[in-house]
């Protein structure tokens, strides 16, 4: 079958997976290639078992998979073959030299840029779907664009916002498509052709268009504002514990504000996720390198409130448990950095079970999706850790329960029948704000919610 359009994308992972099955299912006229430097990835995307968990995702790859939407390794081939190609590779944080901690690694993009160049033989759109600094495409576009035989790049921005957990919603019915471009003529094409693929499926209305630099700051943006609610009403939380004001009642009242609105209101032990703490620090990043050093303060404290939630929370087990929880066996219901997912970047329970070890306690990490990610995340220490997907099992014997991921599994537990396997008197810490305070304080548990005076029987 002729294509009319021929699209790869370079990244198989959580950005670029469920975006290019996306477009695969929505334009069937176009052939969608997703290629990887990790073998065992695109073996696993063409396997039965996807290397994401992502609800609703497999059915799709099943429908397309072999029919408009390939997975390969052979990036050379793929690079040569398309017409348009997506970049989806990490941009981790730096952990070296100028800008360590903040500024983001630019080497796999770079590499990318060099690669795309040796193997191509006419221009091409070259896309950046990873979240990147403002001004990469300028530099994508100077190392694209210095080759000998005058083949024209030009790099167009078209930021994600799936969220993880719902990407396939996210995806199939976005709030907004964002495209950035140069204002120039080839630009205002290029930016036409991406424009055509989301016209597909999302309404024109939704399809923004805009400058380069627009859409890469739109991005760092949106993430700092999402993360700055989460921070705000997580500095609330902890107010909240010191009078008797409740943080979900406080949460409530403000988001109907209809200018403030009710969503990612929710008091948690903090966020965490592959893009929150690296967006923000990017911007960071960004405004000290212009000398915006009141703004680079002001968007950090964002991050600072996170990992102050994080410590707090560990504090409150330890000064309610008597000051001690050496060798207490401790539970923890859940490890994903939110419900949903497998993926466990910058979960706030990687920070929560060390901060827990170093006070030698006997740690039992509970998750239905995310024990062979958190196995990798604590390598260093997994000999002092037990992994036990049933929470029943993890909680037998436990002094305490921690919840740390929001699953819809751990609201509907037979928590009598875990108080009674646990060793008394027993302790919930609910960092979600999920399971029903009252009724296990009536059933005899300690229990401490974010945000909420604590319910105790000493
Ligand atoms: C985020 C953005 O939402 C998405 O638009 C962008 O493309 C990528 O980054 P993601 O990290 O997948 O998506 O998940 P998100 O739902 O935003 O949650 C991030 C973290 O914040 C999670 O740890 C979540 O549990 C936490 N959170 C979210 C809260 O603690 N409270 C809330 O009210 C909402
Ligand atoms: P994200 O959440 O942004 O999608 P992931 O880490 O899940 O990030 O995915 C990025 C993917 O990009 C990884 O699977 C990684 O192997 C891949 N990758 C990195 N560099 C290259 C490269 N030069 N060529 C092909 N794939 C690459």
Known sequence: MEYQKDILCIGAGYVGGPTMVVIATKCPQYR???????????HAWNSDHIPIYEPGLDELVKKVRDK??????????????ADIIFVSVNTPTKTFGQGAGKAADLQYWEKTARQILANSDRGKIIVEKSTLPVRTASAMERILNGNPDGIHFEVVSNPEFLAEGSAVGDLENPDRVLIGSKETEEGRRARKEIVEIYANWVPKARIIESNVWSSELSKLTANAFLA???????????????????????AYAVGKDSRIGPRFLNASVGFGGSCFKKD????????????????????????????????????????????????????LFGFAFKANTGDTRESPAIYITRGLLDERAEVVISDPQALINAEIDLEDVKDSLFFEIDPYKAASGAHAIAVLTEWDLYRNLDYQRIKEAMVQP?????????????????????????????????
């Not at 408009?68 to 073959?81: C, D, P």
């Not at 989460?230 to 406080?250: L, R």
């Open 68 to 81: 408009n939407l390939f997975f390969s390794t052979e990036v050379e081939k793929g690079i040569h073959e």
């Open 426 to 458: 027993a302790f919930i810490f609910d960092g979600r704000n999920i399971l029903d305070h009252q009724k296990l304080f009536q059933m005899g548990y300690n229990v401490f919610a974010i945000g909420k005076a604590p319910l105790k029987h000493f």
């Open 280 to 331: 923000i620090l990017n911007l960071v990043y960004i405004c000290q390198s212009y000398g915006l050093t009141e703004v680079a303060d002001y968007w950090e404290s964002v991050v600072k409130i996170n990992e102050w939630q994080e410590k707090r929370f560990i504090q409150n087990m330890l000064s309610n448990m008597f000051n001690t929880i050496a060798g207490k066996r401790i539970a």
């Open 228 to 250: 700055q609610r989460i921070s705000s009403i997580n500095s609330i939380s902890a107010i909240c514990e010191k009078t008797e004001a409740d943080v979900n009642e406080v």
């Open 32 to 42: 969608v290639t997703v290629v990887d430097i990790n073998k065992e990835k695109i």
